[in-house]
C-alpha cells in the first residue's frame, strides 16, 4: 500500500492549503479515504473522511472551511484548508480503509502544516 502526501508548509491565519495524497490504483479504487492530523502532545484526530461513492463526513473543528475530494485520474485525494487558524497546526496524514466513521489501517506519511497567527 502506497500513501504519499504533500503539501504542508507554513501559513498566515486566514490563509489556505491544499493537502494531497497519491495513493497505489488498487488502494484508492475501492477505500475509503481520509486525513487525520496530530498536534504536538495530542492524540491523533479525524479532520475528514470520503467514500468511493463521495459521500464525505468532517469533524466539527473544520466544518465549513476544510473540503475533502478525490479525483479518480488521479489516484489522489485532496483537502482544501481555507480560513486556516493556528489550532489547525499539526502534522496531516492520510488514511486509507475502514469505513465512514471508522479509521483504515494504511497510513501515509506525515506532512506539516503550520499556521502562524
Known amino acids: 500500500v502506497q500513501l504519499q502526501a504533500s503539501g504542508g508548509g507554513l501559513v498566515q491565519a486566514g490563509g489556505s492549503l491544499r493537502l494531497s495524497c497519491a495513493a497505489s490504483?488498487?488502494?484508492?479504487?475501492?477505500?475509503?479515504m481520509g486525513w487525520y492530523r496530530q498536534a504536538p502532545g495530542k492524540q491523533r484526530d479525524v479532520v475528514a473522511r470520503?467514500?468511493?461513492?463521495?459521500?464525505?463526513r468532517y469533524a466539527d473543528a473544520v466544518k465549513g472551511r476544510f473540503t475533502i475530494s478525490r479525483d479518480s485520474a488521479k489516484n489522489t485525494v485532496y483537502l482544501q484548508m481555507n480560513s486556516l487558524k493556528p489550532e489547525d497546526t499539526a502534522v496531516y496524514y492520510c488514511?486509507?480503509?475502514?469505513?465512514?466513521?471508522?479509521?483504515?489501517?494504511?497510513w501515509g506519511q506525515g506532512t506539516l502544516v503550520t499556521v502562524s497567527s
Open positions: 488514511n486509507a480503509g475502514g469505513g465512514l466513521y471508522s479509521m483504515g489501517a494504511y
Open positions: 490504483l488498487s488502494v484508492f479504487r475501492t477505500n475509503v
Open positions: 470520503i467514500q468511493v461513492s463521495g459521500s464525505t
